[in-house]
Nanobody, 121 residues
Framework: QVQLVESGGGSVQAGGSLRLICAASGYIDSKYCMGWFHQAPGKERERVAQIDSDGRVSRYAESVKGRFTISQDNAKKTLYLQMNSLKPEDTAMYYC??????????????WGQGTQVTVSS
């Protein structure tokens, strides 16, 4: 029932910025976690940023702290990832996801199709 669609990816030079947008449709439980993940070919999918189900606590991978900011609208219909000071190692497919739980025990049942981010030097 829930569908997620990412947009905003593209190619950017190192040091540049992008804003990713995830549009959600269907019933979104107010207690769902929402997060962004990325995955490069041959590597494990990694959680980049997350808003816990309380809508207040934001968590970031150490590699993006101070550079990326996650946010959402009040109804959890739109999720954003503002990415600044991009580095070549940020190059990956980026996915938005949501599901029940909290903290490191969020169960991400719903995933978008992904949007490609490519950072060149």
């Amino acid at each position: 029932q829930v569908q997620l669609v990412e947009s905003g990816g593209g190619s950017v030079q190192a040091g540049g910025s992008l804003r990713l947008i995830c549009a959600a449709s269907g019933y979104i439980d107010s207690k769902y976690c929402m997060g962004w993940f990325h995955q490069a070919p041959g590597k494990e999918r990694e959680r980049v940023a997350q808003i816990d189900s309380d809508g207040r606590v934001s968590r970031y991978a150490e590699s993006v702290k101070g550079r990326f900011t996650i946010s959402q609208d009040n109804a959890k219909k739109t999720l954003y990832l503002q990415m600044n000071s991009l580095k070549p190692e940020d190059t990956a497919m980026y996915y938005c996801a949501l599901g029940p739980g909290s903290g490191n025990s969020c169960y991400y049942d719903y995933w978008g199709q992904g949007t490609q981010v490519t950072v060149s030097s």
